[in-house]
């Protein structure tokens, strides 16, 4: 399976948007399916998670109320909607996969061995 990260661009505080994370040469069933961000000059960091067979979802408190991430009934497509964007959701994000990904582990980066090219998401004042 490989992922193809897209939808970010350049935006105003305040507006939404909807990432994707599309897997070709295979479907997500049976994966866990992660976004992660990473910001200029910080470390990248977990922003949401979802179970593809359970669809449970898992967020970081810092975004919990702005993002939702979310699947496709196609089996190949994780969304991750993004309201009420602020300057500091300025950053590089990344969708990344893995089977069998235990509960405590889906915040962590090295949960996942399938990570996506990352697509830039600029938010401005």
């Known amino acids: 399976v490989q992922l193809q990260a897209s939808g970010g661009g350049l935006v105003q505080a305040g507006d939404s948007l909807r990432l994707s994370c599309v897997a070709s040469g295979g479907t997500f069933r049976g994966y866990s399916v992660a976004w992660f961000r990473q910001a200029p000059g910080k470390e990248r960091m977990f922003v949401a998670a979802?179970?593809?067979?359970?669809?449970?979802?898992y967020y970081t408190d810092s975004m919990k109320d702005r993002v939702t991430i979310s699947r496709d009934g196609a089996e190949n497509t994780v969304y991750l909607q993004m309201n009420s964007l602020r300057p500091e959701d300025t950053a590089v994000y990344y969708c990344?996969?893995?089977?069998?990904?235990?509960?405590?582990?889906?915040?962590?980066?090295?949960?996942?061995?399938?990570w996506g090219q990352g697509t830039l998401v600029t938010v401005s004042s």
């Open positions: 990344a996969s893995s089977r069998s990904v235990i509960q405590s582990n889906l915040r962590a980066q090295s949960a996942y061995g399938i």
């Open positions: 979802i179970k593809w067979n359970s669809r449970h979802t």
